[in-house]
């Protein structure tokens, strides 16, 4: 399944964020959720598609500083979670601080899986990468 889309919610006070209904189904075994450094982002993968992801992050040996690094960086900031009974995903307090979510939030599908953003940085984010972008496009 690829995930697709720009949702906008509100997140309710105890952390808790709607997941895109067409979604919902690919997160019944569980969903993992992600610091998104260097992005001030959530990710969230399907059990599955996070392990996927960890095959990316584990490539380089423990007795390599990139491969320290990047292990760090990725499973030091991840959290295992299910949905509710509504959909809802509750987001652990680490990450809602590192990603400054406050009570509107938006959820992007990013393809493997999904990210949840604060409107204001996502806004900057795609403003820096703009042009990045471009380039990269325009070079293949």
Partial sequence: MLFLGTYEYSMDERGRVPI???????FL?????TQGAPDPCIRAYPVGGFEEQATLYTKDPITKRSGRMLRRSFFSGAYPAELDRQGRV????????FANLASQV?????????EI???VRLEEARAREEADLERTMESE
């Fill in 20 to 26: 895109p209904p067409r979604f919902r189904d690919a």
């Fill in 90 to 97: 509750l987001i652990p307090p680490p990450l809602r601080r």
């Fill in 29 to 33: 075994t569980g969903i993992i959720l």
């Fill in 117 to 119: 953003w604060d409107g």
């Fill in 106 to 114: 938006i959820v992007i599908g990013i393809g493997e899986g999904m």
